[in-house]
C-alpha cells in the first residue's frame, strides 16, 4: 500500500512493556506512530501479520488487541491532539 504520511501521532516507549515471542525472542517496545492516508496500491499482509482490514472506528472497541496499541489507536482518532505524544 503506498500512503502519504500526514503528520506524526506519537513516539511509544515503556521500558516495562516488554515482548516475550513463541521462538525465544525479547523485545522492548518502542514505535513511531504517524498519520497517513492512502494514495494507491492494495492492503495486503506479510510475514508478521495474521489479518488485514479495513475497520470502522466504532467498532475497534471489540477488537482484541494490547493496551498499547489501543492507546496509539486512541491517540489518532482524537482529532483535537496538537503535539505528538511522547512517553
Do not use: K
Request: proline fraction near 6%; glycine fraction near 10%; aromatic fraction near 8%.
Amino acid at each position: 500500500m503506498e500512503v502519504q504520511v500526514a503528520g506524526l501521532v506519537g513516539i511509544y516507549a515503556d521500558p516495562r512493556h516488554v515482548i516475550a515471542y513463541s521462538d525465544g525472542e525479547v523485545r522492548q517496545q518502542f514505535n513511531i506512530c504517524v498519520a497517513a492516508r492512502s494514495i494507491g496500491g492494495t492492503l495486503q499482509g506479510s510475514a508478521e501479520s495474521t489479518d488485514q482490514r479495513y475497520v470502522d472506528p466504532s467498532q475497534l472497541g471489540e477488537l482484541p488487541m494490547h493496551p498499547t496499541r489501543r492507546l496509539r489507536l486512541e491517540h489518532f482518532l482524537d482529532t483535537s491532539w496538537r503535539q505528538p505524544y511522547v512517553g
